[in-house]
């Protein structure tokens, strides 16, 4: 079943797969010490070729690099790695709340919008704050993305899955409010959630799923043999400070959760409304075969559905949510296809 949820990439980002890309040749470099032919991320996806049929690779040495990135949706196929995802950090700080003007979109370190993007062994961060309410790590808004063995840190709406098909694989992402959100169709496998503590008196959302085009369409968030934990400074309030597994964004809204362990920092109900609207009413939210304190089934709302069998959550596997999966298998990251 591959390697256990979250892997080793809670500590440096290098857990199943090796890190750091020794093997992988290089097409950009970029480093701040002047060893490679780029100083800057952006000027290095500026050099990668117009609608490319090949990959362009880039390798992002060790280094924290200050600077919003953006991949244009003429720059297909880019592939950056770092050299392990607490060595190699892209952050920001830009949010909606203090920056005026700024919209979610565009509050994000890195921004996505072409095809194929891969990204390995690098950390992307938002440090705005909680104070800054929507402040994005990475928005993706392509299809086809694969990440592998990063990690994503920021407090609300920190992983944007914004349109497409994307697989996330053997990742950390931490936050408070709606941090993986989108309207997309994602798959997050093998991965560790780590819930944060936000302003006071403030819950926490773990997903926040945006299909609005209906049930028939494959849009919304798949967790499959994840873990979800507080992160330190939230474990002493874990049981004061409330947090839930999401809410329904959009009025479609689809959230499955397989295989996954839930720490009891999870409301008994699991899930909550969108305030104000009711969305709960034609979403579709499931969970299966999942474990820990805070997967106990018998106080989840009613329009939660508690999986009885496998057929059930079969239409979102890997190979059903987002495949044909030949696009990830040729990415050379561990993946599980099937339940």
């Not at 032919?37 to 060790?62: L, M, Y």
């Not at 392509?142 to 899955?161: E, K, M, P, S």
């Amino acid at each position: 079943r591959g390697a256990p949820a979250g892997g080793a990439a809670g500590d440096d980002g290098i857990g199943e797969g090796g890190g750091g890309g020794g093997k992988i040749k290089a097409t950009h470099v970029v480093a701040q010490d002047g060893s490679g032919q780029f100083k800057t991320i952006s000027e290095a996806v500026n050099a990668c070729p117009d609608k490319n049929p090949g990959r362009c690779i880039i390798h992002i040495k060790a280094g924290t690099y200050n600077e919003m990135v953006r991949i244009p949706k003429k720059k297909n196929n880019i592939f950056m790695f770092g050299d392990g995802a607490t060595k190699t950090i892209i952050t920001n700080n830009k949010s909606v709340k203090l920056n005026p003007g700024m919209t979610t979109s565009l509050s994000a370190t890195v921004q996505v919008e072409s095809e194929g993007f891969m990204a390995k062994w690098i950390g992307f961060k938002n440090t705005a704050g909680p104070l800054g309410h929507q402040a994005v790590a990475l928005r993706v808004n392509g299809d086809r993305a694969v990440i592998f063995n990063c990690r994503f840190d920021a407090y609300q709406d920190t992983l944007y899955v914004n349109n497409g098909r994307q697989f996330y694989r053997n990742i950390v992402v931490s936050g408070t409010v709606d941090f993986i959100f989108g309207k997309s169709a994602t798959v997050i496998q093998n991965s560790l959630i780590l819930v944060r503590k936000g302003t006071p008196g403030q819950s926490n959302y773990v997903t926040a799923d945006g299909n609005e085009k209906g049930a028939a369409v494959k849009i919304g968030i798949v967790l499959h043999n994840c873990r979800i934990m507080p992160d330190k400074e939230l474990e002493a309030e874990k049981l004061t400070i409330k947090s839930y597994l999401g809410r329904p964004w959009k009025k479609f809204a689809t959230t499955v959760i397989i295989g996954t362990e839930m720490g009891d920092l999870i409301q008994p109900v699991g899930w909550t409304e969108w305030k104000g609207e009711q969305n709960h009413l034609t979403a579709k939210y499931i969970e299966f075969n999942n474990r820990g304190p805070g997967a106990n089934p018998s106080q989840r709302l009613e329009w939660i559905k508690i999986a009885k069998n496998a057929a059930e959550v079969e239409p979102y596997t890997v190979a059903n949510w987002i495949g044909p999966a030949n696009w990830i298998q040729e990415a050379n990251v561990p993946v599980q296809l099937g339940l």
